[in-house]
């Protein structure tokens, strides 16, 4: 009895966990389109201000424009992103991150992003690590 008490509360768990993890993805998803818009509109500001401290820490406002205004100089603007990886794990510092990866096309070239989030204390996705590497 105690061994079926165990199985079904461990069963009981893991589907829990696993529906988290669908809203955890689609939040994250929805998120990404947010960026995917700023990105295209070259909102570039508005993506910093409203990352977490950990991109904060990792490059200035000044100098993250910078970057992304070069990229759009280069590979001109974004036309399409196709989601095509979602995982998620656990950082010390952060929590539980999400992290996707797309297949951004440019009107000059193609790039994979990978984009991390995590929540906020009030709940709302954040970008907590954005790479776009363009593809040869």
């Known amino acids: 009895m105690m061994r079926l ?3 079904l509360l461990l069963g009981t768990i893991g589907f829990l966990g696993g529906c988290q993890n669908q809203q955890d993805q689609a939040d994250s998803l929805k998120a990404a ?9 070259k909102d570039y500001h508005s993506i910093y201000r409203e990352s ?5 820490r ?3 406002e000044l100098q993250f424009v910078a970057d992304m205004s070069r990229l759009a100089d280069d590979v001109g603007a ?3 992103a196709t989601p095509i990886a979602y995982k998620s794990s656990f950082d010390t510092a952060a ?3 999400h992290i ?3 297949d951004l096309e440019f009107e000059r070239s193609r790039a994979k ?3 991390s989030f995590v929540r906020n204390k009030s709940g709302q996705m954040q970008v907590w690590d954005l790479n776009i590497a363009p593809v040869e």
């Open 5 to 7: 008490f165990t199985l």
């Open 33 to 41: 389109e947010r960026i995917h818009l700023q990105l295209t509109s």
């Open 52 to 56: 977490g401290e950990s991109l904060k």
């Open 58 to 60: 990792s490059v200035s």
């Open 78 to 80: 974004l036309k399409k």
């Open 95 to 97: 929590g539980a991150k």
């Open 100 to 102: 996707l990866m797309f």
């Open 113 to 115: 992003e990978n984009i």
